[in-house]
C-alpha cells in the first residue's frame, strides 16, 4: 500500500477531529444532559430536528447541468421525510466557489423565505436554512417536494448525483438532487440516526422511487425518528475522490456533526477502501480510520455504531487476499470494542454456504450490492437499542 496517498486523510482525520472538537465541545455535556434519562431524541417540544438529508459533492466535467450551472433555472426534489412536523429547509454549497441567489422557493406548495425575504444568498462553502415554512406541517412518513429558482448564472453547484428517486431540472427528469441538503423538522420524538456510507447506503440495488434504500426501511421500523441517508456512491473511510467525494473522515464534520438532533451515527464503509484502486490492503489502516470517526463521535457526545464490512465475492475486483483483509476488520469489529455497538452486515447478507459472497437471493446481481430483500435484511440488522 503506498503510504504517501492513505496518509493524507488520515492525518486530515487527525486535524479535523480537533477543529470539531472546538465546535461541539460546548454543545456536547448539555446534549449529553438533555439525554442522560435515556431518552431518545430531543427534550424539549418543537426542538428542530433532521428529518431528510445527503451528502454533498462536487461535480465532474461529466456531471454537465452541475458542472455548467443554472440561469434562471428551476430544481425540484421531491424527498421522504421520516420525522414529521413544522418545516425548514437547508441548502448547501459546500463546493461551490462563489455565492448563489436561492429563491423564490416553495415547499408542499407553500412559499418559503428567509429572514422574512423571498430570496437568499447562499455563501461559497456555506449553508442557508430557510424560516419556518408557515402553515406546513408534513406527516412523518411523507413526501415533500421542494422547488427552488436559481436566478443565475450559478457557476458549477454543490449536489448529490443520484439520490435513487425522481426530482427534475426545469421539468426534465433527474435522480440528482441540486443544493438542497436538508430539511428540518419539530415533530422527532425518537433517535435522530446519521447513517455514513457508501453506495449500499446510498440505495443502489433498489429501484428508484421505491424507498426501499435500507435506511428507508430502517426508518419505518423507528416510528417518530429519523434516518439521514449519507451515502455517498464509491465513497471511502479514507481517501478522497475527485468523483465520488471526500472521505468519511473528511466529510465526517459537514454530514454528520452538523445535523440538528443528532443522536447517534450509523457507520457503513470500508469496502471500496479494498476494492477500488490504490486498495488499502493493511487492516490497520482502515481500523485506525474508524478510530478517529469514534473519537469525534464521542467527543460531540453521539454514540456510534459500526457496520462490519459485507462480502463481495463476484464484484469485478474481489480476491481471495482482499476477502481476507475483509474478515480481518470484521473480527476486529466484532470483538475489539472499537465502536458502541455493532450492526453485522457481514451475518445478516452473506451465504452461510460460501461467505466470501452474499446469499444469491439478496444479491442484486454484481456481487456487491445487496437488492430489496438484501436491504431489508440490512435494515433488520440494526438492533434497535444500539441506536439510544
Known amino acids: ?41 430531543p427534550k424539549r417540544a418543537g426542538s428542530w430536528v433532521t428529518s431528510w438529508a445527503t451528502a454533498q459533492t462536487a461535480p465532474t466535467a461529466a456531471d454537465t447541468v452541475a458542472a455548467t450551472g443554472l440561469t434562471d433555472g428551476v430544481v ?21 466557489a462563489v455565492p448563489v441567489l436561492i429563491g423564490p ?27 419556518p415554512v408557515g402553515g406546513l406541517r408534513a406527516p412523518e412518513g411523507s413526501a415533500l417536494t421542494v422547488e427552488t429558482r436559481l436566478p443565475g448564472p450559478t457557476g458549477p453547484l454543490s449536489f448529490h448525483r443520484n ?10 427528469r433527474t435522480t440528482s438532487v441540486f443544493l438542497l441538503a436538508g430539511v428540518e423538522v419539530t415533530g422527532g420524538y425518537g433517535p435522530v440516526v446519521a447513517v455514513l456510507g457508501d453506495s449500499v447506503t446510498e440505495g443502489v440495488g433498489t429501484p428508484d422511487d421505491a424507498d426501499l434504500r435500507w435506511p428507508d426501511q430502517l426508518a419505518r421500523r423507528l416510528p417518530g425518528s429519523a434516518v439521514a441517508n449519507l451515502g455517498v456512491s464509491g465513497n471511502r473511510l479514507l481517501l478522497d475522490d475527485a468523483r465520488f467525494g471526500p472521505g468519511g473522515q473528511a466529510r465526517f464534520d459537514r454530514d454528520v456533526l452538523s445535523l440538528p438532533g443528532l443522536r447517534t451515527v450509523l457507520v457503513q464503509l470500508g469496502v471500496n477502501d479494498l476494492q477500488q484502486p490504490p486498495s488499502q490492503t ?38 481471495p487476499e482482499l476477502d481476507e483483509v475483509r474478515q480481518r476488520i470484521n473480527r476486529a469489529i466484532r470483538t475489539g470494542r472499537l465502536f458502541d455497538a455493532v450492526a453485522d452486515f457481514d451475518a445478516a447478507l452473506h451465504d452461510p454456504a460460501r461467505p466470501s459472497r452474499l446469499l444469491p437471493a439478496f444479491d442484486s446481481g454484481d456481487g456487491l450490492h445487496p437488492n430489496p430483500s438484501g436491504h431489508a435484511a440490512l435494515a433488520a440488522a440494526v438492533d434497535r437499542r444500539t441506536l439510544l
Open 163 to 172: 439520490t435513487h428517486a425522481s426530482h427534475s431540472v426545469d421539468g426534465v
Open 282 to 319: 493493511d487492516p490497520a489502516w482502515v481500523l485506525d480510520g474508524y478510530r478517529q470517526l469514534v473519537l469525534r463521535a464521542r467527543s460531540a457526545g453521539l454514540r456510534i455504531v459500526g457496520a462490519t464490512v459485507a462480502p463481495f465475492e463476484g464484484w469485478t475486483r474481489w480476491t
Open 105 to 131: 422557493v416553495t415547499a408542499g406548495g407553500r412559499a418559503v423565505t428567509f429572514g422574512g425575504r423571498r430570496q437568499a444568498w447562499l455563501a461559497a462553502g456555506a449553508s442557508l436554512t430557510s424560516d
Open 76 to 96: 425540484s426534489a421531491t424527498v421522504r421525510l421520516s420525522a414529521g412536523g413544522g418545516v425548514r429547509l437547508r441548502y448547501g454549497n459546500a463546493f461551490g
Open 1 to 41: 500500500m503506498p503510504a504517501v496517498t492513505a496518509r493524507g486523510p488520515a492525518r486530515r482525520g487527525v486535524l479535523t477531529a480537533a477543529a470539531a472538537g472546538v465546535a461541539v465541545a460546548a454543545a456536547a455535556p448539555a446534549a449529553r444532559a438533555a439525554q442522560s434519562d435515556g431518552s431518545a431524541g
